[in-house]
């Protein structure tokens, strides 16, 4: 399933994230960031002891949460230790940007009322000619989206 043994990302992840100031507890680094804390997760599947999963994660310091991977939050491809921390690198500048965040939850809400959840299920939704966003905005919470546009 993955082309990067689990092991071998972690000792990269290890030595790449603390060079950048994470603090790491069992396979997630944390790093505080302004009104952000940045999370790099290495999660193991549940259905295959050789499968695991990376998934970055950017919460907002000012929502109290119980959300586990991120107020947004992403899973990577395992295809080489430079790229994934190319994507990584990637989403935490967009997800950490107030600017970008409060555009990309704009023109997701405008997305949103174009093409219902009711036009999605039925397959009737051209992603091509009316491409999503961000997939990440399908995973932010309500509350979250409304915060963001108040706040930032």
Same mark, same amino acid.
Request: aromatic share 14%.
């Given at each position: 399933?993955?082309?990067?043994?689990?092991?071998?990302?972690?000792?990269?992840?290890?030595?790449?994230?603390?060079?950048?100031?994470? &603090?790491?507890?069992?396979?997630?680094?944390? +790093? /505080?960031?302004?009104?952000?804390? !940045? $999370?790099?997760? #290495?999660?193991?599947?549940?259905?295959?002891?050789?499968?695991?999963?990376?998934?970055?994660?950017?919460?907002?310091?000012?929502?109290?949460?119980?959300?586990?991977?991120?107020?947004?939050?992403?899973?990577?491809?395992?295809?080489?230790?430079?790229?994934?921390?190319?994507?990584?690198? &990637?989403?935490?500048?967009?997800?950490?940007? +107030? /600017?970008?965040?409060?555009?990309? !939850? $704009?023109?997701? #809400?405008?997305?949103?009322?174009?093409?219902?959840?009711?036009?999605?299920?039925?397959?009737?939704?051209?992603?091509?000619?009316?491409?999503?966003?961000?997939?990440?905005?399908?995973?932010?919470?309500?509350?979250?989206?409304?915060?963001?546009?108040?706040?930032?």
């Amino acid at each position: 399933m993955s082309n990067v043994p689990e092991t071998e990302l972690i000792e990269y992840a290890k030595k790449q994230l603390k060079e950048k100031g994470f &603090k790491k507890k069992n396979k997630r680094w944390t +790093k /505080v960031v302004g009104d952000f804390t !940045i $999370s790099f997760l #290495i999660q193991g599947s549940c259905y295959d002891k050789d499968s695991y999963y990376i998934r970055p994660g950017v919460f907002i310091n000012a929502l109290e949460t119980d959300l586990y991977y991120g107020h947004f939050m992403t899973e990577l491809a395992q295809d080489s230790l430079e790229n994934i921390f190319c994507e990584f690198e &990637k989403f935490v500048a967009i997800w950490t940007d +107030k /600017v970008a965040i409060k555009k990309i !939850i $704009s023109d997701f #809400i405008e997305w949103d009322k174009r093409n219902p959840l009711e036009k999605r299920r039925a397959g009737l939704v051209d992603y091509e000619k009316d491409p999503v966003p961000s997939e990440v905005c399908f995973g932010i919470p309500e509350h979250v989206i409304e915060y963001i546009l108040v706040h930032f």
